[in-house]
């Protein structure tokens, strides 16, 4: 059995000396007790081959063993890259979802939710940043999946859209046809949903005017000051990433002072068992009540319950013309 605990504790060049060894000192007692002669020679016999063959399969547990621990320790370093790289994600996720700008005339209100509690990463995203013409544009993204890459993408799209707008004069359409462009050429291969829109508060006590293109997203939802509440569905235009050609449509809304629009990710109206359209039934009626709610509350509200246990990333950017 020396042969076979050697192969537990020690490497296989040590495990085959261990064992060739032992043989080599069997031998030489054989000749010290007589196990030569011809009545003892069988045995002594019986007894070597049993030595060759526990030498044997110790080297092969040894092997084996080995090979189990070179398997394991390459796990554990895959295992901890990954965590470094989801760390490194959720950190960079974290820098890229800033507070929203202060814009006088308006207030507005921020939350993600990731899909899991131990990914902490994933493809959605909101997004609020002030233009040279004085209006704010509102961003709301997902890309697809809920992983480091999703992540990696979403921070790209994030970054060549706002350098899109800030640097070209155009609509909500305008900018996403000019986003599209950008990512089929960079080669960014995956789809996109986004609604992106512009706001302009109007004089105090006055009309806001917001206008939006949506590739692909959920619609935005108008809850208005006195508790109505209203999707604000149009034809749905084309996915981005998926043609540099497609055609892209401005929508215009007005907004009365303590009206409130939310824009989201599907995340929000998903439930198991249940459609999509049966998630924003669910929203707008969740929304009513709370249309006189501060904003941050409403938004609370809305994500009660959701943390750690939603199927699908969550982000939501809230804005409300201030009465």
Do not use: K
């Amino acid at each position: 059995m020396g042969p076979l605990v050697a192969a537990v504790v020690l490497g296989r060049g040590a495990t085959i000396g261990y064992g060739l060894a032992a043989f080599a000192l069997a031998v030489v007692l054989g000749f010290y007790d007589r196990q030569y002669t011809d009545e003892a020679l069988l045995g002594q016999s019986f007894r070597l081959l049993g030595m060759v063959v526990s030498g044997v399969i110790a080297v092969l547990a040894c092997t084996l063993r080995l090979r189990r621990e070179d398997v394991l320790a390459r796990l554990n370093t895959e295992a901890a890259t990954s965590r470094a790289a989801v760390q490194l994600a959720a950190s960079l996720q974290r820098s890229l979802l800033t507070e929203p700008p202060v814009v006088p005339g308006l207030e507005m209100a921020v939350r993600y939710l990731p899909a899991m509690q131990h990914a902490q990463v994933g493809g959605d995203w909101y997004d609020a940043f002030p233009l040279a013409d004085g209006t704010t544009m509102l961003v709301i993204g997902d890309v697809a999946g809920h992983d480091v890459a999703a992540a990696a993408i979403m921070a790209q799209a994030r970054g060549v859209l706002r350098g899109i707008a800030t640097t070209v004069t155009g609509s909500p359409a305008a900018v996403l046809s000019a986003l599209d462009r950008a990512l089929l050429q960079l080669r960014v291969e995956t789809l996109v949903t986004l609604t992106a829109a512009t706001v302009r508060p109007g004089p105090a006590g006055g009309t806001t005017t917001v206008t939006w293109s949506n590739a692909g997203h959920p619609p935005p939802v108008l809850v208005g000051a006195d508790g109505t509440v209203s999707v604000l569905r149009t034809p749905p235009d084309l996915l981005l990433g998926i043609s540099a050609n497609a055609r892209r449509a401005d929508h215009a809304a007005q907004l009365s002072p303590g009206d409130t629009v939310l824009l989201y990710t599907d995340g929000l109206v998903e439930r198991r068992g249940s459609t999509l359209d049966e998630g924003t039934v669910w929203l707008v009626e969740a929304l009513a009540p709370l249309a006189g709610r501060p904003l941050e509350e409403l938004c609370d509200v809305l994500l009660e319950g959701m943390a750690g246990a939603v199927p699908d990333d969550v982000a939501l950017l809230a804005v409300r013309v201030r009465a």
